[in-house]
């Protein structure tokens, strides 16, 4: 077998790689830098850079590999932007998207737990997909053609009947995000209408999601099914157009259906592809991804564009490496809670009239403690991990996290069974990760338990022997 990265073994390769991290290490950072209005260096703004570079060379390594390592390329894109080039800014210039600045020691420690959770996930990741135990594996869990459309079937007769007597009919996907709430507000408890929304979202997402990947993979349908197949999936496109729409919708729900339908779709080249879509979702995040929410309380748009640079230190959509901060500040004066927001993440689902005690959200509740009015506010994985549990926390949560990714990885790029569970979930969470690694993990994980219980509805158990016996993929 060719060394795994013959693909840059060419003066052509070479040069994308050495452009790829000039333009993600030094020229991008440095524009930004540039921009800033005060810039005060100092130990942490090294840290923040030092992590910024450490993804630079991560998304070259995607790139140089080439392979479809879809969740580590929006891993290492979030590490980039999140927790690289926004806290980068905001240290150098002293200027966060919410008031009340961190103390110094407070911020170096922050940058430690990113660095920390880097370095056990890429512990875990190796030990995932180095992994030769799943080789002996017999049973993989297949997309079954005929459970996918009874089961999207049920889903479009069910969806018909929760738009019209719940949501009033279809023109209420015509409203603003606000204006949905306000109406159903009026008729609903807060708790019905999320069960419901995600219910609705989750059970047409999967329908379409997994109808795609089997029509993706057309040969292993007869013409029959295939037809069947492809008129359900019709009328399944039709429901999620209307209620994934980028009006009526979270732009976290547009952006995964979005993501993963073009991740499905589009023919992957491994001397072009990784590198392609690195610089698209960097363009995307940056100077897309705040102006995806125009439409929250207004049809009226209003683009006032304040620079990227602006953006990153001062918009509230990159507040993860501050509510970090404010997490650790949390922790070092009140100690973890020892796993108890953890256990209200486990039941989400238990209403708050049955539990009165019940966790706030991790953003929530570290904005209430640092006095915010606004407190719907983002809480990443990092500070999930460290008010659960401190740095040892951090180190348990990231190296499972990297494990799972890393074995997820290694079962997609083998490509034995094109039409199975990964082959549905791995397109799905590549997208999903950008705003489940952005938390907090209360919200990320009410939409994320109904559509692992709705893939694993549409799959089934069926022994393969040695399924994974394939190619090494073990490199990064």
């Known amino acids: 077998m060719k060394d795994q990265y013959n693909i ?3 003066p052509i390769g070479w040069l994308w790689d050495i452009g790829l991290i000039f333009t993600l290490g030094l020229l991008f950072p440095f524009y930004i830098i540039s921009q800033l209005p005060t810039i005060e260096w100092s130990l942490e703004a090294v ?26 390329l929006t891993f290492w894109i979030f590490v980039y932007v999140w927790l690289g080039i926004v806290p980068l800014g905001q240290v150098l210039s002293n200027i966060t998207p919410w008031s009340a600045i961190n103390p110094a020691g407070i911020i170096t420690l922050s940058l430690l737990v990113v660095v920390i959770g880097l370095v056990f996930f890429d512990i875990g990741y190796k030990l995932g997909i180095s992994n030769k135990g799943l080789a002996k594996q017999r049973i993989i869990l297949f997309l079954d053609t005929r459970r996918m459309v009874l089961f999207s079937v049920l889903t479009i007769v069910v969806s018909l009947i929760i738009i019209t007597r719940f949501y009033g009919g279809f023109s209420t996907f015509l409203m603003t995000r606000t204006e949905i709430s306000m109406l159903l507000a009026n008729k609903y408890s807060k708790t019905q209408i999320l069960l419901i929304g995600h219910f609705l979202v989750a059970s047409i997402y999967v329908a379409y999601i997994a109808g ?15 037809a069947i197949t492809i008129i359900i999936f019709f009328l399944i496109t039709i429901l999620i157009c209307i209620c994934s729409n980028p ?28 590198k392609l879509w690195i610089m698209s979702l960097l363009i995307l995040l ?27 230190t001062k918009n509230g959509d990159y507040d993860a490496f501050k509510q970090l901060a404010n997490t650790v500040e949390y922790v070092e004066n009140e100690g973890s809670t020892k796993g108890n927001q953890a256990l209200g993440v486990l039941f989400f689902f238990v209403p708050r009239t049955v539990w009165g005690d019940k966790p706030l959200g991790t953003g929530e509740f570290v904005a209430e ?10 809480a990443p994985l990092w500070a999930e ?49 950008l705003f489940f690694l952005r938390g907090d993990i209360m919200s990320t994980f009410a939409y994320l338990v109904p559509i ?10 069926k022994s393969y022997q040695n399924i994974l016996g394939g190619e090494n993929v073990g490199k990064i």
């Not at 100077?287 to 207004?298: G, H, K």
């Not at 692992?452 to 158990?461: D, E, R, Y």
């Open 452 to 461: 692992l219980g709705f893939m694993l509805i549409v799959t089934k158990c």
């Open 47 to 72: 840290l923040a850079y030092s992590i910024l570079f450490y993804g630079t060379i991560r998304l070259t390594m995607l790139g140089a590999y080439g392979k479809e390592k879809l969740l580590s």
């Open 385 to 433: 991990a460290y008010i659960n549990g401190g740095l040892i926390g951090v180190i348990l949560a990231f190296i499972c996290y990297g494990f799972i990714i890393g074995l997820l990885e290694k079962v997609y790029l083998e490509k034995k069974t094109k039409s199975s569970f990964v082959t549905v979930f791995v397109p799905f969470f590549a997208g999903y990760q």
């Open 369 to 378: 403690y640092m006095g915010y009015d606004y407190t719907n506010l983002s």
């Open 8 to 10: 840059s073994d060419t």
């Open 247 to 274: 009006v009526a919708s979270a732009r976290y729900q547009v952006g995964f259906v979005g993501l993963s339908t073009m991740f499905v779709i589009f023919k992957w080249n491994d001397r072009q592809s990784m």
């Open 286 to 312: 940056l100077v897309i991804f705040p102006y995806a929410d125009l439409f929250r309380s207004t049809k009226d748009i209003n683009i006032d564009y304040q620079g990227v640079a602006n953006e990153l």
């Open 212 to 226: 795609l990947v089997k029509l993706n993979n057309a040969q292993s349908l007869g013409n029959n099914l295939k």
